[in-house]
């Protein structure tokens, strides 16, 4: 469904708040990352192979305990539990429930060989739901382990995997999935039926199956006392009512997951930018901070307590700092009371146009070709050739994004980045590689 109301969103950078000092360091990039609902307790899950959790006091800054071959976790909003799921032995999966401030598990679901693919926990800490394989959905009491109910959304088993996000409504009445196939979906959390839902966009081949999803999904979230969502996919931020069942607005961001909300649910928080749900507004508010080479960056990932007390901003990837929320939000009241001044920028400038579908005589599987080269002087010339191009190359340049080698993905950032303004279909694509594992390619893609 195509949005009615798509708005050009003016940005301010607001005067920083004051940097907060590094309270912890991940080992390895982060996966996944949340606080507590007092933001007491910060815990990430690092590096995608290895998948640890690590719970941090944020207190004190000491890490308080750590498990291994962890995938799926959740803070319960009592604040003295957290479920995590885990590969326990023998590639078995349990759900285990874990107290704080010890990390004691105290409780433990074995699933066999079929684990689950995502887990929420209930907005009143006594149960959680978690979706096992493509449509089964259980909802297990915290405090005992039992099963209080289950049953099956309705979801086509013939494509997808099953969903692979979760998320719970602010008063646990609506559950929201994403699934690969089918884009995301609202729940009736008590009887299991479809309230709305926001198909992905897919290309099907002609017996059903998915060729390619150019949605581009990354995260959702229930805004708290509301019946609206945010989407994160490749549109950016959708602002959505599931009871029209139609995007609201429409933010381009930069940052790739929902960090959390503040002011009420009025402000989400993507990375280092507050979004204004009421106004449209966008406000970069976090500030860049240097890595131990001195190089200063921008918050990649952010996570919000849901008391909005505290805010953890992830910097290069691995370097965790804390924020005082109420202090941002104090300084976020201020900003909206400037007047945002919005100028068009200057037209850019045509480039040369290819005569005869040729660059120098040369066609463009030429140049592609000429990317790959070894020396750096023949590249430097492929690309320039490519812009001449405009957006010709761009769905190739793409998907070379994609591609197994670092070298092929680097050399494609670099192209897109010399191509300009015309590969903007792109920057999804790019904001992926700002996570890639090859730090060239991150740099740029960062610079694309």
């Not at 479920?83 to 401030?101: C, D, E, M, Q, W």
């Not at 297990?140 to 692979?164: F, H, M, N, Q």
């Not at 106004?279 to 508010?285: D, F």
Request: glycine share 10%.
């Amino acid at each position: 469904m195509r949005p009615f109301c798509t708005l050009l969103l003016c940005s301010a950078v607001v005067r920083p708040v004051d940097a907060q000092e590094l309270f912890a360091r991940v080992e390895s990039p982060v996966v996944r990352m949340e606080l507590s609902r007092d933001g007491q307790y910060f815990a990430v899950v690092s590096n995608a192979s290895t998948k640890v959790l690590r719970v941090w006091d944020t207190k004190t800054e000491q890490e308080i305990g750590s498990l291994r071959e962890a995938f799926l976790f959740g803070f319960s909003p009592t604040a003295d539990r957290f479920v995590a799921g885990y590969f326990h032995s023998n590639f078995k999966i349990a759900t285990g429930v874990f107290r704080l401030p010890n990390c004691e598990e105290v409780l433990k679901q074995d699933l066999g060989r079929t684990g689950p693919n995502a887990i929420a926990v209930g907005p009143d800490g006594k149960w959680y739901a978690q979706v096992v394989g493509h449509r089964s959905v259980s909802f297990v009491e915290i405090a005992t382990g039992k099963v209080i109910r289950a049953g099956e959304i309705d979801l086509d088993r013939r494509y997808g995997g099953g969903p692979t996000h979760l998320v719970v409504s602010s008063d646990g009445k609506f559950l929201a999935t994403y699934e690969y196939a089918s884009g995301t979906d609202v729940w009736d959390a008590t009887t299991l039926e479809r309230v709305a839902r926001f198909p992905a966009a897919v290309a099907r081949r002609d017996d059903g199956s998915i060729s390619s999803n150019y949605q581009g999904f990354e995260d959702l979230a229930f805004v708290p006392g509301k019946r609206q969502l945010v989407i994160r996919d490749r549109e950016g931020v959708q602002h959505l009512d599931f009871d029209k069942q139609e995007p609201i607005r429409i933010f381009k961001v930069r940052a790739q997951h929902i960090g959390g909300f503040l002011k009420g649910g009025r402000v989400c928080v993507v990375g280092d930018e507050f979004l204004d749900l009421e106004t449209g507004r966008k406000t970069t508010m976090l500030p860049p901070l240097p890595n131990s080479a001195g190089t200063r960056g921008r918050a990649l990932r952010t996570c919000v307590s849901a008391d909005g007390s505290t805010l953890v901003g992830v910097y290069h990837y691995r370097q965790a700092h804390l924020f005082d929320a109420e202090k941002l939000v104090a300084a976020w009241e201020e900003d909206q009371k400037r007047p945002v001044e919005s100028k068009p920028g200057p037209k850019p400038k045509p480039g040369p146009k290819p005569s005869g579908g040729k660059v120098n005589g040369k066609p463009i599987g030429h140049w592609f070709q000429q990317l790959q080269a070894g020396e750096w002087e023949k590249r430097k010339a492929a690309m320039e050739a490519l812009a001449k191009f405009g957006k010709k190359p761009v769905p190739k340049l793409t998907e070379l994004l994609k591609h197994e080698h670092f070298s092929r993905r680097l050399r494609a950032a670099q192209a897109l980045g010399v191509i300009g303004p015309a590969a903007k279909d792109a920057v999804p694509a790019l904001e992926k590689l700002l996570e890639d594992p090859n730090e060239r390619v991150q740099k740029s893609a960062r610079e694309a």
